[in-house]
């Protein structure tokens, strides 16, 4: 079944190439396709094209494929082409005429830009709870170890002192940032596009601001035509979002793949968490952060991707957007995936102790040294020449001792602080909102 079957036959290769993954992907979206057009109808009664006897047997019928769908039941048949043509199917084999009537005032093209907007929005609150579990458990962390000293480096020179508080620390307040642009993704997707038809608007008396209000998004993308170009735009968007988590996870991928190595020896994985070699024994290798640090620099790769699909689309829909689905739908799954093995490997880790006695960081407290030496009075660039000379002329000495007490150093991690920019950030999305709305329409 095709919604737009005039009665032609389509050579067999060029509908397998057009259809390509849909049929599959479109499973996805399915509870959001079948939300969707229950908000739909409830507008069509409501303006009077259509009336409360077929409103109710509709809904009905709805709510019952949202349950299948929910429960990973729904399917979409052999020589149906995608998800929007197997629900109106399903309601016209239950229903007959009524079944018929769902279409009008909307086109498939709003029906997916709908659908993707209310999967990913869904997806969103998924990512930012998993987002917040890991933040919780690096700031848990953080306290923890707070006084286990180990060395900052630049140029992967050793440099200064630096510790676990302020290591576990710095990845919880980077994926604050991150949720800043989840935010602002977030904000992208909660507009409605459902009314812009073919891009085009209808002559049909539709009530957008209705389904905005059932379906509990923010506003309306009141612009017809612009809430077509909004295709791939919000996967975009979206995708930098992502991209942003995926470069913080990343990043502590690879200090844990360094810091586990036996020339660091700072944290070691339990042996459970690390695999062998097929021909040394002594092996325990940290192939959770390499994957980790692989899934993260694909994810970053995204919105590339995307760019490169719409980058030369004028004004109006094409079937090249189709693609998106294919890279954007798994994104979500894989981002989750990776904030929460790399909760699990954070949990388990082993933080050595001591670290800082060893000869080699030494030279780390120079910069202690030269501080004590100013704050006795010494003019800065004299107390550096004068450890400098002490460290040239093999006479460097210290305690090894660090006292910073500005905010976010190593004596005030400000832990506190950068939970509640955290909490702050995320009482900004109308999750409560899109969940009282969906309930009172679904139920």
């Not at 620390?169 to 940032?177: I, R």
């Not at 994985?269 to 024994?281: A, F, Q, R, V, Y």
């Not at 790769?301 to 760019?307: C, D, F, H, R, T």
């Not at 989750?336 to 102790?353: G, R, Y």
Request: some cysteine; hydrophobic content about 40%; aromatic content about 8%.
């Amino acid at each position: 079944m095709k919604l737009w079957d005039k009665g032609t036959s389509v050579n067999k290769k060029i509908e397998e190439f057009t259809v390509g993954r849909d049929r599959e992907l479109d499973v996805y979206l399915a509870p959001f396709d079948i939300m969707g057009t229950m908000a739909h109808i409830t507008m069509l009664e409501n303006v009077g094209l259509l009336n409360k006897a077929d409103l109710d047997a509709l809904l009905k019928e709805l709510k019952d494929l949202y349950k299948k769908a929910q429960a990973g039941d729904f399917t979409i048949e052999d020589g149906v082409e995608d998800v929007h043509s197997q629900v109106e199917l399903l309601l016209t084999q239950k229903l007959g005429d009524t079944g018929k009537k769902v279409h009008s005032g909307r086109s498939r093209n709003d029906q997916v830009l709908l659908d993707l907007k209310l999967f990913s929005r869904h997806r969103i609150h998924d990512v930012v709870e998993a987002v917040n579990k890991l933040f919780k458990v690096l700031q848990q962390k953080s306290e923890q170890h707070k006084d286990v000293l180990i060395p900052g480096y630049t140029h992967l020179q050793v440099a200064m002192p630096s510790s676990f508080g302020l290591w576990f620390g710095a990845f919880a307040e980077s994926l604050v940032d991150d949720l800043h642009m989840v935010l602002a993704a977030w904000k992208t997707a909660n507009q409605n596009p459902l009314g812009a038809a073919a891009g085009y608007g209808s002559s049909f008396p539709l009530d957008r601001t209705l389904t905005t209000k059932l379906l509990g998004f923010d506003d309306l993308n009141y612009n017809v035509v612009y809430a077509q170009m909004g295709r791939g735009k919000m996967e975009r968007t979206i995708a930098y979002a992502l991209s942003s988590i995926a470069q913080t996870v990343g990043k502590l991928a690879i200090d844990g793949c360094l810091y586990t190595s036996q020339n660091f020896a700072f944290l070691k994985l339990p042996d459970e968490l690390t695999t062998g070699s097929s021909i040394m024994p002594h092996k325990k290798n940290p192939d959770v952060f390499e994957l980790l640090r692989a899934r993260c620099n694909r994810i970053q790769a995204l919105p590339e991707s995307i760019s490169m699909i719409t980058a030369n689309l004028p004004t109006g829909y094409f079937r090249d957007l189709q693609l998106i689905k294919e890279q954007f739908i798994p994104a979500f799954e894989e981002i989750i995936s990776c904030l929460e093995i790399a909760t699990f490997a954070i949990e388990n880790i082993e933080v050595k102790d001591e670290i800082m006695n060893d000869e080699r960081y030494r030279l780390a407290f120079s910069v202690e040294e030269v501080n004590k030496l100013v704050l006795q009075g010494v003019p800065f660039r004299d107390a550096y020449k004068q450890i400098g000379e002490q460290i040239n002329n093999d006479l460097f000495k210290t305690d090894c001792q660090v006292k910073h007490t500005h905010e976010g150093s190593i004596g005030n991690l400000c832990t506190k602080e950068i939970s509640k920019k955290k909490d702050k950030v995320i009482n900004e999305f109308s999750f409560n909102q899109v969940a009282d709305a969906i309930d009172k329409l679904i139920r």
